[in-house]
Every structure is written in structure tokens, then in C-alpha cells.
């Protein structure tokens, strides 16, 4: 065991994008474990999306992270030392640990991980929180039917790339939106979307209406801003639109310009009988058990597929977060802290 650990922390809240300078790395004594205590250490850290949110101390679902307090952050960790009797040494468990490289547990909120029915970092991505997030999302809220169009955004990402293979699965056709040429390419030749349009296309509106010649039934929201704009004239009467994620806005720092404003879209509500939800993963953690039976049984059968990003050292996690936020990552934005 090494003597020395090693956490990022937030150092400031950031005005519009992250900046290196908003983060700080803090070497600490390995804590000792105490009575009915874990010693972890972390394998694999999740970096998300709604990190972001929790540098922000503006009203939100989740209490942000204090200042000088380590990122929040869920992990893949293994015990290697326990005085508990709920879990032993050398055990795969999923955590929130957050951003370090060692972390004192009590096992509450823990999930024993078998390393032989997956690789332990899917816990974090495809058969974790994002994995989960698609299939309640699409499925509680977007209920696609056989032969709808079901569009989604940041397509090639964790969430998005779900979603679209469910879609498919489900008999739907699926068009995915996503940054660039290569991630397009990926989205249709790899996961087998329908179609894939490019939102930094200049003529996103009118590829995007080609892409999807009967309409939208149901649009994933998880981006909004320029890619929102092309999506609302193309829905159908009854669309179902799950609002996942507002990604373009997160690090705003004004009300985005958006195309159309709420009087179009309170209409459009109205003529279109169109259903609009919002949700947090948390809200469907009831379906966890349908989840984790359907996912991994779609991935052996090849119906679904997945890539992570993977950055490697703790150091490492500030700048991969901040290249997420702009969409350099391409699939699950991972760190490997220790194999
Ligand atoms: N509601 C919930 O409980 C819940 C849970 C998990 C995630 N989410 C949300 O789901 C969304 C996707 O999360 P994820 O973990 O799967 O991340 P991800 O898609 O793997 O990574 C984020 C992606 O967002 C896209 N993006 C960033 N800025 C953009 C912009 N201005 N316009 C268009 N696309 C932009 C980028 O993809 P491109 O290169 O394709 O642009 C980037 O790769 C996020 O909005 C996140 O907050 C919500």
C-alpha cells in the first residue's frame, strides 16, 4: 500500500467553461479504515456531465460541492482493507468516491462488481448510471413504437449512444445528432443508427429534416441550444421529448439565443399534444432490476455496443472533463487511476 494519496479538488467555482485553475490536486496521508470501515482505492473514475452542475452553487436537484471539498465523482474501486463485515479485501466495488485516489467507506450505497460477467468499468458507463439513464429515459418517457423516428443528441456519447440501439431494438428508426464526420460515421457504420447528422453542420435544419422525412416522434434531449432549434419544427402531434440534459448550456454564463420562444413552444404543447418531461436518473431507480437484466444480455447478443474514452492518471481527469464539456471525449469519458 502506498503511503500517500492523492484528490482533485475544487478550488474555485468557474464562470462560463472550466479552467485548469478551478481544480487543485492535494497529496494526503492514505486514511486508515476504523471500526466497521473500508480502505478503498480506485480503479476507474466516472467523469459526467452533471459535475459541472456540482461546481455551480446556483439552486439545483444536488447540493453542490463545497469549495476545497474533493469532486464528486462515481468510481470503481477495490477494498484493500476492511474491518467490515459487509464487504472483504480485494473485493470490485461499485462507489462515489469522487475524484481520489483512496477513500474511507462504511459500505453504505456499495455494489459488489463481478469482474467475470463484465469488465468492471462498465459499471460507470454502458451497465451504470448513463446505461441506466437511456433505458428509463427512452422508455418510461420516449416510448418508442415500431416504426417511429426516434432522434437523440450527443449520440455517440454514453447516454446517447444507448438510447439509439434501444430505439433500434424497439423497432424504431433512430437518426443520432453528433459533433463531426467520425462520430457520424461511428453512429451509423458501428451502432447502427439509421442516420447520423452533424449538429456543427451549418445546414444541421435542413439535413436533419432529410434525415427524417416522416417526422420526429421522439426527440432525447441532451444538448439544447442550436440542435433544439432544428429539432422543434420536425415534431409530430404526440411527440414525446424526455429531457435528459441541456449540455450546450451548462457552462452559459447568459440565457442562450435560442430560435424559438415560449409562446411557440407553449403552441406547439397545445396543437401537438406534445409531452415534454424532464427526469433525473434517480427518479426510475425502481426499474434497476429490468435494467440490468435486458442491457447486458442486448450486449452479449451483439445489439448493443459500446465505447469508452479513457484518460489515464488522476492528474488527468481536469482536462478530460473540461475536453467532455466540448466534446473531445468520444464515448464514456473514463479515467484509469490503478488497473
Ligand atoms: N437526467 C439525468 O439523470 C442524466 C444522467 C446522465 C447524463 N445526463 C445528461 O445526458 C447528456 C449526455 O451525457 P453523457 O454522460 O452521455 O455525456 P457524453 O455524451 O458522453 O459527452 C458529452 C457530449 O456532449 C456533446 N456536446 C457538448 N457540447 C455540445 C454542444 N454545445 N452542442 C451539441 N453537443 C454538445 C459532445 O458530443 P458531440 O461531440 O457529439 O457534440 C460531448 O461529447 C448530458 O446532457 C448529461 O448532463 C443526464
Redesign the pocket.
Known amino acids: 500500500m502506498t503511503d500517500s494519496a492523492r484528490r482533485i479538488v475544487l478550488a474555485s467555482r468557474p464562470v462560463g467553461e472550466p479552467k485548469p485553475s478551478d481544480f487543485r490536486l492535494e497529496v494526503f496521508p492514505v486514511p486508515q479504515p476504523g471500526p466497521g470501515q473500508m480502505l478503498l482505492k480506485t480503479k476507474w473514475l466516472s ?4 459535475m ?2 456540482r461546481m455551480s452553487d446556483a439552486p439545483s436537484y444536488a447540493k453542490p460541492v463545497g469549495i476545497d471539498e474533493v469532486m464528486e465523482a462515481g468510481t470503481v474501486s477495490e477494498v484493500v482493507a476492511s474491518n467490515s463485515d459487509k464487504f472483504a479485501k480485494g473485493d470490485i466495488v461499485l462507489s462515489r468516491a469522487g475524484w481520489q485516489t483512496h477513500a474511507l467507506s462504511d459500505g453504505s450505497g456499495l455494489r459488489k462488481l463481478d469482474p467475470k460477467l463484465a469488465p468492471v468499468s462498465t459499471a460507470l458507463g454502458v451497465l451504470g ?2 446505461g ?3 433505458y428509463t ?1 427512452l422508455l418510461e418517457i420516449g416510448k418508442p413504437q415500431a416504426g417511429e423516428t426516434v432522434v437523440v ?9 444507448v438510447v439509439g440501439q434501444i430505439a433500434r431494438i424497439k423497432g424504431a428508426r433512430a437518426v443520432g ?4 464526420a467520425e ?1 457520424c460515421k461511428y453512429v451509423k457504420g458501428e451502432l447502427g443508427f439509421d442516420e447520423c447528422v452533424d ?2 453542420d451549418p445546414a444541421l435544419a435542413e439535413t436533419l429534416k432529410a434525415a427524417c422525412p416522416k417526422g420526429i416522434d421522439v426527440y432525447f ?7 433544439w432549434d432544428a429539432v422543434f419544427p420536425l415534431l409530430n402531434p404526440f411527440a414525446r421529448i424526455p ?8 457552462s452559459a454564463t447568459e440565457a442562450p439565443d435560442m430560435k424559438y420562444k415560449t409562446s411557440q413552444i407553449f403552441r406547439a404543447v397545445l396543437t401537438k399534444r406534445l409531452t415534454i418531461r ?6 426510475f431507480w425502481g426499474r434497476f432490476d429490468d435494467f440490468i437484466r435486458d442491457v447486458p444480455q442486448w450486449i452479449k447478443d451483439g445489439r448493443i455496443k459500446y465505447r469508452e ?1 479513457i484518460a489515464d492518471g488522476l492528474e488527468n481527469a481536469p482536462a478530460a472533463f473540461m475536453g ?10 473514463l479515467v484509469r487511476i490503478a488497473e
Open positions: 467523469l459526467d456531465p452533471y459541472r452542475g448510471m448513463p441506466m439513464t437511456a429515459g443528441s450527443a449520440a455517440s456519447g454514453a447516454v446517447g449512444a445528432i453528433a459533433g463531426g462520430k449538429h456543427r434531449e441532451n444538448v439544447s441550444g442550436a440542435v429531457v435528459c440534459g441541456l449540455i450546450a448550456q451548462y424532464g427526469f433525473i436518473v434517480s427518479d474514452d467532455m464539456l466540448k466534446g473531445k471525449n468520444f464515448g464514456k469519458q
